[in-house]
C-alpha cells in the first residue's frame, strides 16, 4: 500500500464551478501538509501547506486536513481556464534530522471555457 | 533571483553510460532532494540531503549516487545499474521552514536509448 494514495483523474469541470481534489494517507506521524500545482514539463509549485488539522484558505484555494480520518482536500472556487494543471498533494512528519516529502500521483484537472 | 538551477532541460545518452544531474540552488537551503516522475505518476524520492557531505536514501535509490560536498549544489549520477532511467528528474530544496516551502527546479527530461 503506498503511503499517500490520489486520484489520477483526469478531472474535467467548466469554467467557474467548484472543484475538489482528494488525497488519503496511511502514515498517522504526518503533520504537515502541502498542495502543490504542475504544469506541463515545468517543476512543481507550491500553493498552499496546512500543519496539523483544520482549515486554510488562500484567495480562491482551500485547504482541509482530517487526521482522524487521514483525508486531505484542495477546493478551488470559481475555477479558471489557467487553473488546468496536475494537482500534486504531499506530505510530511518532522524527525530529528531530517523531513522526507512523500507526493501523491497527481490528479490532472482541465478547465473547459 | 533565488532559485534553483537545473541542467541541461533535455539529456540523451545511450544505454549503459553513467550520467550527471545537475542541480544548483542560491537560495541558502539547507535541505535539497532528487525525484524522478514518470508519466501518470508522482514523484518519488531518490536521495535527499540535510546537510553538507550527508545524505540519505529515499524509496527508489538503486542504480543512482549522489553527493553533496558544497551547500549550494547535489548533483545527481545516473548510473548504468539503474534498470528504467528514462525519466523527468526533479530536484527541490527546503530551508528553515522545513517541508512547507520546498521549492522545485524546471526538471531535467532524461532520455536513454
Known amino acids: 500500500q503506498k503511503e499517500v494514495e490520489q486520484d489520477p483523474g483526469p478531472l474535467s469541470v467548466p469554467e467557474g464551478a467548484i472543484v475538489s481534489l482528494n488525497c488519503t494517507y496511511s502514515?498517522?506521524?504526518?503533520?504537515?501538509f502541502m498542495w502543490y500545482r504542475q504544469y506541463s514539463r515545468k517543476g512543481p509549485e507550491l500553493l498552499m501547506y496546512?500543519?496539523?488539522?483544520g482549515n486554510k484558505e488562500d484567495g480562491r484555494f482551500t485547504a482541509q486536513v482530517d487526521k482522524s480520518s487521514k483525508y486531505i482536500s484542495l477546493f478551488i472556487r470559481d475555477s479558471q481556464p489557467s487553473d488546468s494543471a496536475t494537482y500534486l498533494c504531499a506530505m510530511s512528519a518532522v524527525y530529528s534530522s531530517a523531513s522526507k516529502i512523500i507526493f501523491g500521483s497527481g490528479t490532472r484537472l482541465s478547465i473547459r471555457p | 533571483d533565488g532559485g534553483i538551477t537545473q541542467s541541461p532541460k533535455y539529456l540523451f545518452r545511450k544505454e549503459g553510460q553513467n550520467v550527471t544531474l545537475s542541480c544548483e540552488q542560491n537560495?541558502?537551503?539547507?535541505?535539497m532532494y532528487w525525484y524522478r516522475q514518470d508519466p501518470g505518476q508522482g514523484l518519488r524520492l531518490i536521495y535527499y540531503?540535510?546537510?553538507?557531505?550527508?545524505?540519505q536514501k529515499g524509496d527508489i535509490a538503486e542504480g543512482y549516487s549522489v553527493s553533496r560536498e558544497k551547500k549550494e549544489s547535489f548533483p545527481l549520477t545516473v548510473t548504468s545499474a539503474q534498470k528504467n532511467p528514462t525519466a523527468f528528474y526533479l530536484c527541490?530544496?527546503?530551508?528553515?521552514?522545513?517541508?512547507?516551502?520546498?521549492?522545485f527546479g524546471q526538471g531535467t527530461r532524461l532520455t536513454v536509448v
Open positions: 527541490a530544496s527546503s530551508g528553515d521552514r522545513g517541508p512547507t516551502e520546498a521549492f
Open positions: 496546512t500543519y496539523s488539522s
Open positions: 540531503s540535510q546537510i553538507v557531505n550527508d545524505f
Open positions: 537560495l541558502n537551503h539547507d535541505a
Open positions: 502514515n498517522s506521524a504526518f503533520q504537515y
